[in-house]
Structures are given as C-alpha cells and as structure tokens.
C-alpha cells in the first residue's frame, strides 16, 4: 500500500518516543579505549555489528516475530531475542525499546500489542498492519545504524557531514543484511561481532558515560 512505507518511516524515525538516543549499543567504551578515533573506525564498527551481529540478529528476530501464528510462537521468539543478549546493558536496551514501542503503538494504532523485546515487537506490529516483511527490516536496520551514526557524531566526534556520508555508504550493506536475514530462521542465529559485546559489558563500569548503554 502506499502508506506502508510512511508507517515505517514513522514508527522508525527518531521522533518516535522509544528513546533509541540513549543506547549506544557499546559504541561509547569503543571510543573511551581508543577503538573508534575516526570516521573510518566508526563505519569498520557499524559494519561489523550490522553483519556479524546483533543488527544481522535483530532482523532474524524480527522475522520470525512477523511469522510467528500463535501467542506460543512469539513467546518463544521473544525468549530467544532475550537470552540471546550477551550482557545486561544489551537486555536492558532491547526490553526497554521494545516496551515503549509496544505502549506507543498499541496506543495510536489500536493494536493488540504485549510487552515484548524490540525487533520482535517491530516484526509483530508489522504483522498486524499488514507492512510488507522485507521493507520492514531493511528500515529496521536502517534505524538502527543511523541511530549509532548520531551516537558516534557526539561520541567521536564526527561533523554532520561525515555522518550524513557514512549513512549512505552503510545503507546498501543494511539492505544486504536485511534481505539475507528475513530468509534465515533462529537455528540461523550467530554472532562474530566481539568487540561489540565486550563493549557492552565494560560499558556497565565505565565511570564517565553519556548513554544507558
């Protein structure tokens, strides 16, 4: 339909009141040991985390989420989205987006919505209004690497337009993923991004922080 694409754009934008800008996925304990110093650094990171990690991961989730057909099903998927989180930060992130995306949109589009972890609560919502499934994670993943980009333009810093340039060059990559992750199923999950998950679990003790994660 032709408001498929403005739905997602605004369940997905950063005006969407799920406080995606406060979770920095690690990004910032990569910048405090010196990882990510540049541009470059920033996009070898995203890269990484986008296609041997949890963005790869979080469209597997999502897809299942969309074709999961009973109440059971989605509860199994959500169970592996949550055990799948390799430290605390990352559980804290994807239950406390995923509840303020279900209250949000349960509310505005009237739908049957539990609580439940981000990607699974996207690729449900989907589901419900009918959104086709490929467009639908390829903006997903989209999202979430711009939302990383906007961390690593406070964080590294980066200028606005080095930021704009690397949303474009990882764009084709997130449509890549996306495309390739919709087809897998949860025997398909796997992770290679460690750098990330370390990130993660140092990020619970740095002392001086900007993100909740």
Not at 79 to 106: D, I, K, Y
Request: with cysteine; charged share 15%; hydrophobic share 45%.
């Amino acid at each position: 339909m032709p408001t498929d694409i403005l739905t997602l754009t605004q369940w997905l934008s950063p005006a969407y009141p799920v406080g995606g800008f406060a979770y920095s996925h690690g990004l910032e304990w990569a910048v405090e040991c010196g990882s990510v110093a540049n541009a470059p650094d920033t996009g070898d990171w995203i890269t990484e985390v986008i296609d041997h990690g949890t963005g790869r991961n979080d469209c597997v989730f999502l897809a299942a989420a969309f074709r999961a057909d009973t109440p059971i099903d989605l509860a199994q998927v959500d169970h592996a989205a949550r055990a799948f989180c390799p430290s605390s930060e990352r559980l804290l992130e994807t239950r406390l987006l995923g509840e303020a995306f279900c209250s949000v949109t349960a509310s505005v589009w009237a739908l049957k919505i539990e609580t439940l972890t981000y990607p699974v609560a996207v690729g449900h919502a989907a589901r419900q209004q009918a959104l086709p499934l490929h467009l639908t994670a390829q903006m997903f993943l989209q999202s979430f690497m711009s939302n990383l980009v906007a961390c690593a333009t406070r964080l590294v810093p980066l200028g606005q337009t080095d930021a704009q340039r690397l949303i474009r060059d990882l764009t084709p990559l997130c449509q890549r993923v996306a495309a390739d992750a919709i087809k897998a199923s949860l025997e398909d999950l796997g992770s290679t991004a460690f750098l990330s998950d370390i990130g993660s679990m140092k990020h619970e003790t740095q002392y001086s922080r900007m993100f909740r994660t």
